[in-house]
């Protein structure tokens, strides 16, 4: 099976063999560089890149496993959702080489891809367990009795975990992605020193929201830096952000990134109870964050309960785990080479293998 992840700032091509059900061959080029000057991802920036990338990287993943185009069941790609031209490069380079090589195509909903990464670990959950989905824009605690088979229990209001780190990373004066530069500059801080509230986490359902956490930082940082908040009814004032030589920087990380664990540990745990589980995945780039790992293995430990991470390098976008939900979708394989993308897609749409 052949994967192709293209929805974003990542452009993941793999192989995976469908009798040993293993990956036998990847290959990813990250776009971190590309965006770090604007702050963020540009689409445009991101589309030309994966057609700059695409193919050479699915002849090197064919060159590493010794495969030819006649050695390929089927190729999966990302259908959705994700950015509309990324997508499209994805899908136009899946459907050229299946259409040269007659091979069928299987689309692939990228967030099922993630929720599913961990049945690519060496320990492995059985279904039904419960899902902690943090990924880009998305914070989702779902329910999972089998491939296709989802129930959403609860979603974000507002910004996503992912968001969360990123917008807090990037008042503390951090580059792009900031996310995982503010987990490493929390490392040296105290997670208490600051009061960062919990948004949510006693609401009494499964529902999340980080935008008022930002505001909270932003405030923070104002307060830090002496810039006064703007009046009631004034032109706002640009937002400061924190100087990179500033003695509390560490501390500010830290209670940022203790009080958004909070939340995803909070809610999780509240989950397990309402549904009866003992399983929790946990799949999406936020799912790489040490401190949450940390904090939601040793509260699924004191509850007997078992917690399930993907392998580090496969919690962001990458061209496996589209090829694994391949494997898993085989039945679905058609020779299809229309090229159609869904940007917006409910995970919640999709439907067992048929």
């Known amino acids: 099976m052949l994967g192709i992840e293209s929805s974003c700032d990542e452009t993941g091509v793999a192989l995976f063999d469908l009798d040993r059900y293993e990956i036998v061959a990847e290959a990813l080029n990250s776009q971190i560089a590309l965006h770090a000057p604007y702050g963020g991802v540009v689409p445009e920036l991101a589309s030309r890149d994966h057609i700059k990338y695409g193919l050479s990287l699915a002849d090197r993943v064919l060159t590493d496993a010794d495969a030819t185009g006649d050695s390929i069941e089927a190729i999966a790609y990302t259908q959705g959702p994700g950015l509309a031209g990324a997508l499209l490069v994805g899908a136009q380079l899946a459907a050229a080489l299946a259409y040269a090589w007659g091979k069928p195509t299987i689309r692939i909903h990228h967030m099922e891809a993630h929720l599913l990464s961990p049945l690519l670990a060496d320990e492995r959950p059985n279904f039904p367990f419960l899902v902690l989905l943090v990924s880009g824009g998305h914070t989702q605690l779902m329910r999972a009795n089998g491939v296709g088979a989802y129930s959403l229990l609860g979603d974000t209001i507002d910004d996503a975990a992912g968001e969360a780190f990123d917008k807090s990373a990037k008042l503390l004066g951090l580059a792009y992605p900031g996310g995982p530069l503010l987990a490493k500059l929390a490392q040296s801080g105290n997670p208490r020193a600051f009061s960062i509230p919990r948004p949510l986490l006693h609401s009494g359902d499964l529902n999340f929201s980080f935008a008022g956490l930002k505001t909270a930082v932003a ?66 780039g936020v799912g790489a964050n040490q401190k949450l790992r940390e904090s939601l293995t040793t509260a699924m430990a004191r509850r007997g309960a078992d917690v399930f991470y993907p392998p580090l390098a496969l919690c962001t976008d990458n061209g496996a785990m589209i090829a694994h939900v391949g494997a898993l979708r085989l039945a679905e394989a058609r020779h299809e080479y229309d090229v159609n993308v869904r940007p917006r897609w409910n995970l919640a749409e999709l439907t067992k293998p048929r």
Do not use: F, W, Y
């Open 219 to 284: 405030n923070e940082v104002r307060h830090l830096t002496g810039t006064a908040l703007p009046a009631r009814g004034a032109i706002s004032t640009p937002q400061p952000m924190l100087p990179v030589d500033h003695p509390r920087r560490a501390d500010l990380a830290a209670s940022v990134e203790a009080a958004i664990v909070d939340c995803l540990v909070g809610k999780s745990l509240r989950a397990l109870d309402e549904t009866g589980l003992s399983q929790l995945v946990v799949a999406g």
